[in-house]
């Protein structure tokens, strides 16, 4: 079954791809460069919104997907607004003013069938590091160390990071009710 991935991004695409690589399902980017994207704290009102735009275009089956950084010391943002925080913060000064703080990576998948939406998320635990490490392809990934670990998810690498992450999870449940449903 083909199914649409809404993405601008192709580091996310291919990571989407190696995900799903064990599957009947392949996937299709959709990279529309005029889908607007809301910015909003509310991840699930992004992701929705850009579900029914996408849908309003390709009229088939497709999902997008929105993983975002929650830093605990202050009181869970950027969340949605992560793509924008990076943009002005970036990684050494989220180190300098966030480092050791608690933070929760975030997965949200939306999807939709032709008929119904439905979402599917994941999230790890961490902390922030005391500076970034790593590659920056994921932006965040050089400064987010998840629990149990002495890395940044940049230094784990893609590998080791599809075996657990927030977004291998929120994958993964949308697998099973893919399988649920249309086999």
């Keep these: 079954m083909k199914l649409y991935f809404v993405s601008k991004n192709p580091d996310k695409i291919q990571e989407m791809k190696l995900l799903f690589q064990q599957t009947v399902y392949s996937i299709k980017p959709f990279t529309d460069k005029n889908l607007f994207e809301i910015q909003t704290k509310d991840s699930e009102q992004l992701v929705h919104d850009k579900t029914v735009k996408a849908f309003s275009i390709i009229q088939k089956p497709l999902f997008v997907e929105h993983t975002y950084l929650k830093i605990d010391a202050i009181k869970g943002f ?14 050494d000064l989220t180190c300098k003013h ?67 992450s927030m977004r291998a999870t929120a994958v993964k449940k949308f697998i099973e009710h893919l399988e649920k449903n249309n086999g």
């Design 78 to 91: 950027p969340g949605g607004l992560t793509s924008s925080f990076w943009e002005s913060f970036e990684a």
């Design 98 to 164: 966030f480092s050791k703080s608690n933070a929760t990576a975030e997965t949200i998948i939306s999807y939709c069938d032709m008929k119904h939406i439905y979402t599917f998320n994941g999230s790890t635990a961490g902390s922030i590091s005391t500076s970034p490490m790593g590659d920056s392809t994921f932006q965040w990934d050089t400064v987010f160390i998840p629990d149990g670990h002495t890395k940044t998810f940049a230094e784990i690498g893609t590998a080791e990071k599809n075996k657990f």
